[in-house]
T-cell receptor, first 115, second 113 residues
Framework: DAGVIQSPRHEVTEMGQEVTLRCKPI?????LFWYRQTMMRGLELLIY????????DSGMPEDRFSAKMPNASFSTLKIQPSEPRDSAVYFC?????????????FGPGTRLLVL | GDSVTQMEGPVTLSEEAFLTINCTYT??????LFWYVQYPGEGLQLLLK?????DKGSNKGFEATYRKETTSFHLEKGSVQVSDSAVYFC????????????FGTGTRLKVLA
């Protein structure tokens, strides 16, 4: 299995621009998680989906952030407009139908720099 | 509320030294407990886990025992290697009430040759 796939791996953009991060979970996994990691705040859960439905988005920092999962094999996290404080590494993770107590499999992350 | 507390890093050890990274938790209910490891430039990956009290998780020479009485899940390794240099995260998952998967802040380990 290829594991969780994220793209792009690196993104440099200017403040005010729209940024779209992409994630392909492991086939058969029905939970998908988006995290943000910074030195200051550590690893933060932004949102998670179960069977393509958003379950908890209480970690999404503000309305500039949105996430979608149109099908079981694809999810996006969008930031519009982006700001320098959004600079971080964004991880996608997936787990199986018993995933609430199971292992999360992380992608390699997208390193975002907003200038 | 539910939380995970890890010892502050960085931890610097010489090769073959004994490692302990402390982790304690606060949870309503009966969580599963995990240790994840993050190597430079990579995502987190599971190192070991335990799903009930007194369970011992082990992998690659690392061990941790689920201690309900002390609400702890300390990570240990008898002899560390340079290749163990990474950031280690303790985590818990809870399904009673609202689902939660909570990570600690991470502990950076540096092993010197």
């Amino acid at each position: 299995d290829a594991g969780v796939i994220q793209s792009p791996r690196h993104e440099v953009t200017e403040m005010g621009q729209e940024v779209t991060l992409r994630c392909k979970p492991i086939s058969g996994h029905d939970y998908l998680f988006w995290y943000r990691q910074t030195m200051m705040r550590g690893l933060e859960l932004l949102i998670y989906f179960n069977n393509n439905v958003p379950i908890d988005d209480s970690g999404m920092p503000e309305d500039r952030f949105s996430a979608k999962m149109p099908n079981a094999s694809f999810s996006t996290l969008k930031i519009q407009p982006s700001e320098p404080r959004d600079s971080a590494v964004y991880f996608c993770a997936s787990s199986s139908r018993h995933g609430l107590r199971e292992t999360q499999y992380f992608g390699p992350g997208t390193r975002l720099l907003v200038l | 509320g539910d939380s995970v507390t890890q010892m502050e890093g960085p931890v610097t050890l010489s090769e073959e030294a004994f490692l302990t990274i402390n982790c304690t938790y606060t949870a309503t209910g009966y969580p599963s407990l995990f240790w994840y490891v993050q190597y430079p430039g990579e995502g987190l990956q599971l190192l070991l886990k335990a799903t009930k009290a007194d369970d011992k998780g082990s992998n690659k020479g690392f061990e941790a025992t689920y201690r309900k009485e002390t609400t702890s899940f300390h990570l240990e390794k008898g002899s560390v290697q340079v290749s163990d240099s990474a950031v280690y995260f303790c985590a818990l998952s809870l399904t009673s009430g609202t689902y939660k998967y909570i990570f600690g802040t991470g502990t950076r380990l540096k092993v010197l040759a």
